[in-house]
């Protein structure tokens, strides 16, 4: 039996992940303002609406992870792997994950907070 159950790990990860996609989304609205594109604001606003999406997460992720007493911490890397330490209950694992899955697993959460925004306009 896991010493972490199954159903916090979308919460751990989305600890991983919603930074990165959040950060990425903050350097993408500042190329679009300041790039040389005819019309930015429809690229501005999408990027900043899908910025919120993942804020809005982020936050109600925080409030579940310290309802739990939850925490995820970074730890060894190098050209390969990452490693992140989750905390739950007392008790710690410690996982590796590959740097070419958590860039595509960003780059498929940017396709996913772009096409939310895409539905709601």
């Known amino acids: 039996m896991p010493?972490?159950?199954?159903?916090?790990?979308?919460?751990?990860?989305?600890?991983?992940?919603?930074?990165?996609?959040f950060t990425i989304l903050e350097k993408d609205r500042k190329i679009f303002e300041q790039g040389p594109f005819k019309l930015k604001r429809p690229y501005i606003a999408m990027v900043?609406?899908?910025?919120?999406?993942?804020?809005?997460?982020?936050?109600?992720?925080?409030i579940y992870m310290k309802r739990y007493s939850m925490k995820v911490l970074r730890g060894e890397g190098d050209d390969m792997f990452t490693e992140y330490v989750f905390f739950h209950g007392g008790y710690e694992e410690h996982r590796r994950y590959l740097n070419v899955r958590l860039r595509n697993r960003v780059e498929e959460l940017l396709t996913v907070y772009l096409a939310i925004v895409e539905k709601t306009h």
């Open 3 to 21: 010493l972490i159950p199954d159903e916090a790990i979308p919460y751990f990860e989305n600890m991983i992940y919603l930074p990165m996609v």
């Open 48 to 62: 900043e609406e899908a910025a919120k999406q993942v804020q809005k997460e982020l936050k109600e992720t925080h």
